[in-house]
């Protein structure tokens, strides 16, 4: 005999958001929803279960089952920093199928149970992480009469329970940024993504509309900071550690790189060409992979495991290409202008056809796999990436753009239309010696207002995207090398959108506040090999401190930095062990 279990999708999305909004409506997380039919589909996640047992020809004897019970558990492992091990199970739900109870089995029957089981919206969801995991697990377990002893057959089914937002626009993202520093003058930046997903990708543009003729561009680098916390279930008033950030580069343009287009691991990067003394740069870059990342949690769950991101953007830059700055050691320093902004990264599981599909799609919504859906190998299915976007290529990524913008603007065309939105007064360095008058004056007039502008130095994320004709669709890989633009600031959008067209459009973006970035502008050490624009290291939680072949000596501040360590450190195992 043989016992199956599979289920209606190996993917249980639930919505968290809904718990967070209405608290008192949302149901226990850590038991299955009992009412199936009243419930809403935001307060709970239906997936049905299917045992089925098939009884060989071989078998003669009549035996009769004495029970058949079905078990769906999460399995929760948090390895807190401190050092201690805590195990949990946030969910624990026990069926037993009353119809196979006394049913005789027939040799060369197949015989099949279906079970339909709700999980709550607010339920901690499947993770995997360096510091903490959460497994789920459905397992059947059947016993049959015996002379002597009880025949037991089991199967096991791993589950995933993937978050979603709520918002209509979930995969979409938009970001832009405008600052200014000494040497690349006005500094604009555009982001955008219609897959905006662990495994998905990110479109980004640059733009130095009036740089210094003497400042050279070395490098543009791109970070994903993962910050995770673990909270106790145990442990009283709500105990949580916050593990050391892990940080993922997935963009580093640099020397010829930023020349010349190229195409290299991870990303697509092709410099337009300079009109006057401007630099514009577009690239596409994949986000990491669920072996590296992990998405973002998000409010209203149970999760013990909270995971939050950031998106670090640096340009390395030579304020004097013709003088570089060096330490009093003689290693090369270069200068660093740096913005970090928060962001929420969805699972990889939540594809664009998994969410968005229109009703008549070029692109098949539930594609027939190589190999069975049911087939899997239970040792490396978390690892498996044939069923998320992480397997997909970036040509088959972009496919689902052509489905987001059917209906509207290109993506790329969108970021360069932001980018336009958002460009200053364009003026030289030397221009103020040489203007005279009254033209003069009002240009120094217009330049005083964009630098107020600039200086600000705020990043808005737009969630309503301004409407636009129809642009000619174009082959996948001149879509590859023109970058997605994101949205301006939240009044520009709106300003453009009201001298464009009035026909209403679902927006595509998401519906989250907008968040200032942060700037820093500092200076970076270079290693020896650094100086030619091929290697640079950034380590700890911020990036600031960069190795080299030689290390620092030791000194009082690094006696102060380590007292103060051991500090915390002997609190944390006071509050750890003497609560």
Known sequence: MELKLTSSSNDVFVYPTTAHVDPASAPDPTRVVAQCISVSSTISSLVILNISLRVSEKHKSSEKIKDLTIVVEAAETLAFPSGFLETNEPFSSRHVIQEAAGLTLQSGATYSWDLPLLIPCNAAPYER????????????????????????YKAEKNLFVVQVPTEQSALSYEHTHSGFAEGPGPIQLAFISRSASVGGYLRGALLLPSPSPVMKLQAIVMTLVQTTSLISRKKPDGYFETCQPQRFEFVKISGEELENAVTHTGALCRPKAATGDEIELEWIARLPSDDLARPTTLDGSHAAIKISHQIEFSILYDVDKDNPTRDERGDLMRKRYRITWPV????????????????????????????????????????????????????????????????????????????????????HADSRSRS?????????????????????????????????PSISRRNSQERMGRLGPPSSSRQGSRAASRSRSMTPRTPRSRSVAPTPDRISIDFQRMTLEGEDGNEMSGEGESGDSVLGEESDGWDEEDDEELMDKLERERLKQQQLYHP
């Open 129 to 152: 992480c360096h510091h903490a995991k959460n497994f789920w697990k459905a397992s059947a377990k059947l016993n049959i009469h015996g002379r002597l002893v009880n025949k037991t």
């Open 344 to 427: 929420k990264i969805l699972s990889c599981s939540l594809r664009w056809r998994s969410l968005v599909l229109p009703e008549y799609s070029a692109q098949d919504s539930n594609p027939v796999p190589v190999m069975d859906r049911n087939v899997w190998h239970a040792r490396t299915e978390h690892e498996a990436q044939d069923h998320c976007n992480c397997g997909d290529t970036l040509e088959a990524v972009l496919q689902y753009e052509d489905e987001a913008e059917a209906s509207g603007t290109h993506t790329s065309n969108l970021m360069r239309e932001q980018l336009l939105e958002q460009r200053p007064v364009r003026y």
């Open 436 to 468: 005279r008058g009254p033209n003069a004056q009002n240009r120094r007039h217009a330049r005083s207002q964009a630098r107020s502008r600039l200086l600000d130095g705020s990043g808005t994320e737009e969630h309503s995207r301004a409407n636009s």
